[in-house]
């Protein structure tokens, strides 16, 4: 294999008469005779399915901001347990005047007036999380018989079936 700062490695990763074609030895992308995934209702158009398709991409930020509470509330309590334990390091080590300080002050902290991480993910979810998958879901089942990912399910279909990515318009 070459080095990738050498051009030559282009001509090695697109074909030539000592390597394979990507195509041979990957396959193919485009499955011109598969069906569509999902089938589009007939009363949907294109601007409902686009409509339905934002909806569930914003669904999906909406999904991907409640991992990072949960990173957020695992880290969190990571590091509380983590400072439990330099506290009884410090204490060890003959600092219990500062350890005491610390565990006072910081061990088993609210991180925000009132409330633990816990509590915020379970008000994250009660208050918009659930909210929001339950308006997407009602959006789907009024326009598109409760049918998810139309949307996408399309693109997948456009793009497996054309033989070239059109230009941009």
Do not use: C
């Not at 659930?130 to 879901?137: D, L, N, P």
């Amino acid at each position: 294999m070459s080095d990738i700062t050498d051009p030559t490695h282009l001509t090695e990763s697109f074909g030539s008469a000592n390597h394979p074609d990507l195509t041979e030895r990957f396959g193919s992308a485009k499955y011109p005779d598969r069906p569509v995934a999902r089938s589009r209702a007939p009363q949907l158009d294109d601007a409902t399915v686009e409509g339905l398709g934002k909806l569930s991409e914003a669904l999906d930020v909406v999904e991907n901001a409640r991992g990072h509470l949960y990173e957020f509330h695992r880290m969190s309590g990571m590091a509380d347990l983590t400072l439990q334990d330099a506290v009884r390091q410090l204490r060890s080590a003959g600092h219990g005047d500062l350890a005491d300080v610390i565990d006072e002050v910081l061990v088993g902290r609210d991180v925000v007036p009132g409330m633990w991480t816990f509590e915020l993910v379970e008000s994250y979810d009660a208050q918009y999380w659930s909210v929001f998958r339950g308006v997407e879901q009602l959006a789907r089942e009024r326009l598109a018989d409760g049918v998810r990912h139309v949307f996408e399910a399309e693109m997948k279909q456009d793009e497996q079936t054309r033989r070239r990515t059109p230009p941009e318009v």
